[in-house]
């Protein structure tokens, strides 16, 4: 967690010592803890140990990469995809392409979009693809590098029937809008006009915390619902998406509405 790389090689060393011993809290091993905090040399030191669970899961089963990427630590998301897929999902189906995404690290994504096992269209529990999650984000350099590849599609609609096309309004980001009509063009693609209406701006005002269905952050003071029960607790839904049934995982799972400032 903290990258003392000597005191690592030190415990390493001790006989017995499990590499893969998870933590009470998260279940997150040394390898996702280095990796979450982006701790290269521990990393290497952890990798290079014979045994250890490149792909070792937490309770959220998001795995190193998964951490890496999240948290845009591209050296580190290398030397994890010389070892592993770049594939794997966690509990909400998104995988570390996703998490790139969201969060807008450009270098990470296209050095996971450059793995040839990538996979760059697959959708979370809720029918979002990746390029769906960065166009909403306006990601506008990741939305790029997803269109590069030519292995997206610009049909999908979430579970909830929200396409690309609207997201790309909602986000208002003319750059993201004229690469996806440029890539439209290219492929004799129409764009149904339908899918621009009634889509309200993405807020541009402070967030303390990310709704879990559609990412987009929520507004300070705004109201949210919360699962007492999904994500150890902490599982926040959007106003707009509980309107038109956004949940969580569970299906018996009662959602309370809170205020952001109750938090």
């Avoid at 499990?18 to 990393?43: I, R």
């Avoid at 939305?143 to 208002?172: E, I, M, N, P």
Wanted: net charge negative; with cysteine.
């Amino acid at each position: 967690m903290n990258g003392h790389e000597a005191v690592v090689k030190l415990l390493l060393a001790t006989k017995g010592v499990n590499v893969d011993l998870k933590d009470e809290v998260y279940g997150m091993t040394p390898l996702s803890q280095a990796a979450e905090n982006g701790h290269e040399a521990t990393v290497k030191v952890l990798l290079a140990t014979e045994g250890v669970d490149v792909d070792s899961k937490d309770k959220h089963s998001q795995t190193p990469l998964s951490w890496a990427a999240m948290n845009g630590h591209e050296a580190v998301v290398k030397l994890l995809l010389a070892k592993t897929s770049a594939n794997t999902k966690d509990t909400i189906g998104r995988t570390p392409l996703s998490w790139a995404a969201m969060n807008g690290h450009d270098t990470v994504a296209m050095a996971i979009l450059s793995h040839p096992s990538v996979d760059p269209d697959q959708e979370d529990h809720y029918g979002s693809t990746v390029l769906s999650i960065a166009v909403r984000n306006c990601r506008t350099e990741v939305v790029k590098a997803l269109l590069a590849t030519g292995q997206v599609t610009l049909d999908s609609q979430d579970c909830f029937g929200r396409s690309l096309w609207w997201w790309a309004r909602k986000c208002g980001n003319t750059d993201i809008e004229q690469a996806l009509h440029g890539y439209a063009e290219a492929r004799g693609m129409a764009v149904c006009d339908n899918d621009f209406i009634q889509a309200s701006p993405v807020s541009n005002g402070k967030t303390s915390q990310c709704c879990h269905v559609c990412t987009l952050g929520i507004p300070e003071d705004g109201v949210f619902y919360k699962c007492g029960v999904c994500n150890d607790g902490d599982f926040a839904v959007c106003s707009e998406c509980y309107q038109i049934g956004g949940r969580c995982l569970g299906q018996d799972h009662e959602l309370a509405q809170r205020k952001d400032k109750e938090e």
